[in-house]
Structures are given as C-alpha cells and as structure tokens.
C-alpha cells in the first residue's frame, strides 16, 4: 500500500471512526484511502470548527478525535483549536498535508514552518519523512495524547510521503495504567483529614473522567464532606446532592467563597492552574492537598503543601477507606452556608422582566432541559452565569470551557456532543459575538441531519468585556457592534429560526425545539445589568454568616 493507505489503516487500527476536517490538494490520496475505509469524514466549514470538534470527541470519550486540514492557510486555523486542547487536557490529533519534501516545483508557496508552529502548543509534532515511518509515529502520537496530562497532538504528511509505497502494518495497540500513589502517603493525608476541623473538597477538571466520577461520589457519600467544583470539574458529581456547595463561577466574594475562607483543608482533585483560579492561597493556616495524575505547577496562588500523585481513582477510593464514615462533615458551618446558597443563587426568586436577565436564563433553561441533557456553552458573560446558577446533573451535561475560554466553540462542540450522543437533547447557547464566528457550521449540522438546538444571546456587543470595563471605571467604547436578523439567517441555512420578544415565552420555544427534529436557531434579547448588580454590589457587600 501507499502512506495514505497505511495512515488510514493505521487510524482504523486504533478505533478512529470519525474524522473532522478541510481536505486540500496536498491530502488527495489520504481522502481517496479515506474513501474506501471505514472512517466517516466530517466535511466542515472551517478548520478551527473541525479541531473544536475533535478535542470535544477526546473530551467526552476519552480517545483521540481526529481532524484533518491542508498545509499553509489550513494548518494555521488550527492553532487556536489546538490551543483549545492542550489548556483543556483534550486527546485529539490533528493531521496536516505538506508540499512533496523530497522534489517540489513550487518553490515556497503556501508553505511555512507548521511542525514548528505546532512546537509550543502540542505534547508532540512530527513530520513524516518516509511512508514505513507512519506505524510507529501514529501509535506514539496516541500514546502521548491520552497520557495525563492528555492533549492535542500534530502529524504533518507531505504529499510525496502519501504517495510512498511502504510495507509496514500498523503496531498493536496498547493500554496505559497510570501509576497508584504510595499507600504511605494516602494515610498521611487520611491522617490530616481526620485531624481537620472543617475539610472542603474541590474538583477540578482533570477529575472530569468517567472513571473518576464514581471514585468521587462514592469518596462524598462515605465521608460526608462537602464540595464544590471549579467550572471544567462542574457535574461530576450532582450539584443537587446535599453536600454540594455549587461551582467557583468567580475567584473570589461569592457565597461559596465563605466556605473556602472557613476550611482548614482542602482536598484539591484534578486541579490545573491553566484553569481561572478557584481561589487565592493567600491565607495562612489552609492545608491544600493537591490530588492528580501529575505533580502541580506551582504558582504565586496555587501552592499546595501535599501532594498525591498518580491514578486520581485509585488515590480517592483507597482514601475512602482510611477514613471513618460521616466523619468529614465538618462542625456544621457547611450546612448553614448550604442553606444560604441555596436561597442566594439556586432558589432565589427569578425576576420576570424583558429583556431576560440572566438569573431568570438560567432558572428556564434548568426547568425545560432533561436531566440527561447536553449544554454547550460558548465563550461569554453568560458563562459564568450559567456555571454559579445552573445546576448540573451529571459529568458533561454542561460542557464549558474555562481554560482556552475561546469564542466560537459552542456550536462546534455541540455538534460533536450530538454525534457522540445522539440520545440525548443537546443545546448550544452562544453570545452573539463568539455564534458569528463559527456560525458557518450550522451547514454542517444539518448535513449531518442533527437534531441540535441553537440558542443565541443578544446584547449587541462584546458583554464579557463591558462589564470588565465598567468594573475598572472606564467609559463604554468600541464593543458593540450590529446583528443580521437571526431568524432569516438561520432560514437561508435550511433550519428553523424563532425569535422570543416577550416575557414567558422561552420555555414555551424551547420545549417546541426539543420535542421536533432538525436544527433550530432562537434568538433571545438578554439583559446584563445584574452583572453590576449582583456580582458586583451585592457579593461585595455579602456578609458571610457566623456559625
């Protein structure tokens, strides 16, 4: 066979079922092998939709997605995708065409340095410089991919290389089991876990594992501890559990942020400071254990004074049995301050005003979605609503991003949460802002003959940022920008568009879109000022209560 044919069996031989992505002339013969395999191509409408798609096919599945894309122009819109997998601890591997390398008549056209471009931002990159090379190259390159801490990886074949006859067969593949920590070290954090006053639990993104959630559950529901979660660790275990103190939203002056300042100890699980932190180590006196697959990057606020290291499943079931049952409850601090969340953020009564704010957002969108449902977010002001207000489920039942906090990934990983999970009703909501920057995709959805709904937040404007700029007292300037009709334009697609134009009408279009097939696009006018209002003037005037 050729190196074409080699690297699609070889992809075959490694469970690939998918690949998403922009063939150019330099991947012909890989699409002509690609063609007569068992691989499905996802032809998208840009190649950074195309990598958003692959790192959420690694996120939720936990191997490798792959995605394609020609050399020059190609290759370079993948960067930010392949940034939004490294932060993210994404598996995915991102493949490129290359010029012949042995005899090109083209001199430097389209050409550029890709594997050094792609140098800083994966766990490997590599061209491949002869077809019986490919084997070996592709095995590592999934290897590295799913090795904690996971992320993207870059092969680049040129077009001679593809062309190369070769003999090699793909190589066997092979599982990992990461280490367990030492058994010495887990009953010495038993030890002060025991000796604590008021022991807190966080779980972080790395935690976000399915084999990690039930260590988890399991860890809460024999120890009694109280928890909460940073925005990438939101769902792994059920935020309507009684000890469930919510998300981290902010870094700092939210409800959930007395329960920080009163803990003694801190079980940090599957923390990564690429995330926005959770909190400051600023105060003396807090013990923070840090539990991962790989030692912490220390930093100016993160500086945990005990680490586990190793297989985080392994670590928190072994750790449950060190530990008396019921014992971590705390001196009954937590329970009062759940009971004051619980009416400040989850219970709170929702205005009923139009535009909608995003409390009352949020309160509809928790009431009309399923309880096996998908919410995608884009990058937004609206994100970090949805991650302090919305109550999640389960693992991935609300899939944000909070490391990368890239625009236009919302509708790309909803379409790959679809494909993944075509059972279940999956929305992406997106700001005005971050939809128009991968709203081309809406094609792809309904090529795909998705069921998938859209829901597009519309202040006109770059939100996230007003609210930034008013915060540091600057005049309003340069962020707002005009809309096309977004019922028309989702039309001219071939999907359904709704607009909601008064109060009380949001529930009643999303339960229609959920309940009837194809794409759906609404638009709904939101009102940020409780920006101003309660994440800024009432947190910062909260008193937390004494217990």
């Known amino acids: 066979m050729n190196g074409a044919e080699l690297m699609v ?22 699409l002509e092998a690609l063609r007569s395999s068992s691989i499905k191509l996802i032809l998208t409408r840009h190649e950074q939709a195309a990598g958003f798609m692959a790192a959420t096919y690694g996120r939720l599945t936990g191997k490798p997605g792959v995605c394609l894309a ?3 122009p190609g ?67 999934f290897r590295k991919a799913v090795q904690e801490k ?28 990461p280490p367990c920590a030492a058994d010495s070290t887990l009953k010495d954090i038993a030890a002060i876990l025991q000796q604590a006053k008021n022991p807190l639990l966080l779980i972080a993104a790395a935690a976000n594992r399915r084999q990690t959630c039930n260590a988890l559950g399991n860890f809460i529901e024999r120890t009694g501890i109280y928890f909460l979660s940073t925005q990438m660790g939101k769902g792994v275990v059920s935020e309507y559990h009684q000890r469930s103190l919510g998300t981290t939203a902010l870094s700092e002056h939210d409800y959930l942020h007395c329960a920080i300042d009163r803990a003694d100890v801190i079980v940090n699980v599957g923390h990564d400071v690429v995330e926005k932190p959770p909190f400051f180590m ?45 014992s971590l409850g705390g001196d009954g601090y937590f329970k009062l301050l759940k009971k004051e969340i619980n009416e400040n953020v989850f219970k709170r009564k929702r205005p009923r005003s139009f535009p909608y704010t995003p409390q009352q957002l ?77 709203s081309q995709e809406l094609e792809t959805a309904i090529r795909l003959n998705l069921n998938l709904t859209v829901l597009i937040l519309r202040d006109n404007g770059f939100g996230m940022i007003k609210w930034k700029q008013a915060g540091m007292g600057f005049a309003e300037f340069g962020l707002n920008f005009g809309n096309p009709d977004f019922v028309k334009y989702a039309q001219s697609y071939g999907a359904q568009g709704y607009r909601v134009e008064e109060q009380g009408k949001l529930s009643k279009v999303l ?35 004494v217990g």
């Open 362 to 438: 949020t309160g509809v969108i928790r009431d009309v979605m399923p309880e096996d449902s998908v919410l995608c977010l884009d990058n937004g002001m609206y994100k970090i609503w949805f991650a302090r207000n919305y109550q999640a489920t389960s693992p991935y039942s609300i899939l944000l991003d909070n490391a990368l906090a890239t625009m236009g990934a919302g509708l790309p990983v909803a379409i790959a949460a679809k494909m993944i999970f075509p059972e279940r009703d999956v929305v992406a909501i997106c700001g005005d802002g971050g939809f128009m920057m991968n």
């Open 511 to 545: 339960e229609h879109c959920l309940a009837t097939p194809g794409v759906h696009v609404i638009e709904l006018p939101v009102d940020y000022a409780e920006n101003y209002s309660v994440l800024i003037k009432e947190l910062q005037g909260k008193t937390c209560i």
């Open 70 to 72: 020609t050399l020059g």
């Open 75 to 141: 290759a370079t819109n993948f960067v930010t995708s392949v940034s939004y997998a490294l932060l993210g601890g994404m598996p995915a591997l991102f493949i490129t065409g290359q010029k012949p390398i042995k005899k090109s008549k083209q001199g430097r056209f389209q050409i550029i340095d890709v594997v050094g471009m792609m140098e800083p931002i994966t766990k490997m990159t590599k061209q491949i410089v002869g077809a019986d090379s490919i084997p070996a190259l592709v095995r590592e390159a």
């Open 9 to 30: 069996s070889c992809l075959e031989n490694e469970g690939v079922t998918h690949i998403f992505g922009i063939p150019g002339e330099e991947n012909l013969a890989l």
């Open 282 to 326: 600023t105060r003396e006196g807090v013990k923070v254990v840090h539990i991962n697959y790989f030692s912490a990057i220390l930093d100016e606020v993160y500086f945990p004074q005990h680490e586990i290291i190793g297989d985080i499943s392994a670590s928190i079931n072994r750790l449950a049995t060190l530990i008396p049952a019921d």
């Open 150 to 177: 996971s992320g993207p990886v870059h092969l680049e074949l040129p077009e001679d290389i593809a062309d190369e006859l070769c003999t090699n067969l793909p190589f066997p593949v092979t599982t990992i089991h």
